[in-house]
């Protein structure tokens, strides 16, 4: 009798631990669905999973202020970390390590340059992940360049006379106003002032500009400085963008994360504090915002003898050093 009766106990406890199983499962499925209907963006792997991290780096943390890190985190599970390049050849011993950073954040004519040493991901899914995302204008680079922000940069003449020039941290740059003065025969105009370097860290924040004789700005910061007048100096057209580390192990993820980023929300809360226009369409597009930061923008602009970098020259730096004072660059 005993023996009989074993089989039925065990097929009770079997029927009894499923239905406990599925009553959990049940359970749970249900919190789900609660916390979805508590909280839309309401995520399991928010909760169960560790994040990814990306290492972002950038000339710039301006254009990372910690709110917008913070959605982007919790939006895509993902850890960043934002790291400030100090100079060139750092940028390049960062991009030579494995793995090195998964995404950089610089001007155009430093992709350009890191392009063609071999240092930059030129994987096709790069264009068309976020190469879309870009007016046509913009777009012809995508597949290592992500060109993000552009500006019209012209020497204006401010209300102070100190008889100095407030001039951007990019050697290249500052070299290519004084080519294109040198064939204009105004370099001993140039010259003669004191040139005062701001990092673009900085550059957003420093009084150097205000003070100055003449500055170098976008021309939205322009356009909110009516008491401004421009130069005769030439003008120069600058572009801020994003490029991926060659040996970075997490491109799909560095996708995920800046196709967060250049979302048109969150953009247009950018717009507010960076006085460069967009390469979105969807900014493009929007009828909210304000016509100097969308990409048609530039067909209404007026250049005076244009300045384009096409490339970041390696002693740049040093040449730069030899004509203004020493390590201003």
């Known amino acids: 009798m005993k023996a009989s009766k074993l089989p039925e106990?065990?097929?009770?406890?079997?029927?009894?631990?499923?239905a406990s199983l599925w009553l959990l499962f049940l359970f749970v499925c249900g919190l789900i669905g609660y916390g979805q209907g508590l909280k839309p963006h309401f995520k399991v792997s928010d909760y169960v999973v560790s994040p990814n991290e990306i290492h972002i780096l950038t000339i710039s943390d301006h254009f990372f202020p910690p709110e917008v890190i913070q959605e982007i985190e919790h939006s895509t599970h993902t850890k960043i970390i934002i790291s400030t390049i100090q100079s060139w050849d750092q940028l390049k011993i960062k991009l030579i390590e494995t793995p090195s950073p998964e995404i950089v954040f610089i001007p155009s004519h430093w992709a350009q340059t890191l392009n063609k040493e071999g240092l930059l991901n030129t994987d096709p899914t790069i264009k068309t992940n976020l190469g879309?995302?870009?007016?046509s204008d913009f777009s012809v680079d995508s597949q290592f360049f992500i060109a993000t922000y552009w500006a019209k940069l012209s020497l204006m003449t401010t209300t102070e006379k100190d008889k100095s020039i407030a001039f951007l941290n990019d050697a290249d740059l500052f070299l290519g106003y004084l080519d294109a003065l040198k064939k204009d025969k105004q370099d001993t105009n140039f010259i003669k002032h004191t040139i005062k370097i701001s990092n673009m860290d900085l550059w957003f924040k420093d009084t150097n500009i205000d003070s100055a004789e003449i500055g170098l700005s976008t021309h939205i910061l322009s356009l909110k400085k009516p008491n401004w007048k421009k130069t005769s100096y030439p003008d120069s057209f600058y572009t801020l963008g994003f490029s991926f580390g060659k040996n970075s192990r997490n491109l799909k993820q560095s996708l995920e994360v800046l196709e967060y980023y250049m979302s048109l929300d969150i953009q247009m809360h950018l717009q507010d504090?960076?006085?460069?226009?967009s390469t979105l369409a969807a900014i493009n597009e929007n009828p909210a915002a304000p016509n100097e930061i969308k990409s048609s923008f530039l067909r209404t602009l007026d250049f005076n003898k244009m300045i384009i970098l096409k490339s970041k020259a390696s002693d740049a730096n040093s040449k730069a050093n030899q004509i203004t004072a020493p390590d201003s660059f």
């Open 132 to 135: 879309e995302m870009l007016v």
């Open 9 to 18: 106990k065990l097929n009770l406890k079997k029927i009894l631990t499923e």
């Open 273 to 277: 504090s960076i006085p460069f226009a």
